[in-house]
């Protein structure tokens, strides 16, 4: 089956310590987003990238980091420099270049709780 | 900057109802409009996808309508069932290689 894979579901994390959240795609994506989602705020964009070793910050980049060293891999670090990384992580791949069919799809999220 | 509004935060319906849901956005350059579903706890799930040169897309019970003049989407949902009680997002691109800005979403809920 073709989709995104989050892991794990649930992290809990002691303050001072960093994590690091997986996204896997085999929809032979190139493009590949990190949202965080909070309880009433819409989606904000934390990190984005549209092809292999390459990455852009979104809206709130600090305290985090991503690599892409495959195209089916985005994995997003949560450091001890974000002061309050406690919330709900999206990862998302889209088409690139798809004259307007780059529908972004999601994957199953990873809740993260700093203790 | 890009803004976009979903406006009531939330919804209740009785079953059978057919209801529409809003979203306008402050920019009417977008280079599309995609429609989510949130389930509780869950990741996005994509339900239709409007580029800048259509009007309306349908999926089954969903018809999404764009105008792009006004700033406006809407999302119209027939016949309405408890299955689809959920949170609906909508979601604007403004260029070909630009990010998503999301609305805050709508929390439906149709009663048996």
């Known amino acids: 089956d073709g989709g995104i894979t989050q892991s794990p579901k649930y992290l809990f994390r002691k303050e001072g310590q960093n994590v690091t959240l997986s996204c896997e795609q085999n929809l032979n994506h190139d493009a590949m987003y990190w949202y965080r989602q909070d309880p009433g705020q819409g989606l904000r964009l934390i990190y984005y990238?549209?092809?292999?070793?390459?990455?852009q910050k979104g809206d709130i980049a600090e305290g985090y980091s991503v690599s892409r060293e495959k195209k089916e891999s985005f994995p997003l670090t949560v450091t001890s420099a974000q002061k309050n990384p406690t919330a709900f992580y999206l990862c998302a791949s889209s088409p690139r270049g798809a004259g307007g069919r780059d529908e972004q799809f999601f994957g199953p999220g990873t809740r993260l709780t700093v203790l | 900057k890009q803004e976009v509004t979903q406006i009531p935060a939330a919804l209740s319906v009785p079953e059978g109802e057919n209801l529409v849901l809003n979203c306008s956005f402050t920019d009417s350059a977008i280079y599309n409009l995609q429609w989510f579903r949130q389930d509780p706890g869950k990741g996005l799930t994509s339900l239709l996808l409007i580029q800048s040169s259509q009007r309306e897309q349908t999926s089954g019970r969903l018809n999404a309508s764009l105008d792009k003049s006004s700033g406006r989407s809407t999302l119209y949902i027939a016949a309405s069932q408890p299955g689809d009680s959920a949170t609906y997002l909508c979601a604007v691109r403004d260029g070909a290689n630009s990010k998503l800005t999301f609305g805050k979403g709508i929390t439906l809920s149709v009663r048996p």
């Open positions: 990238s549209q092809i292999v070793n390459d990455f």
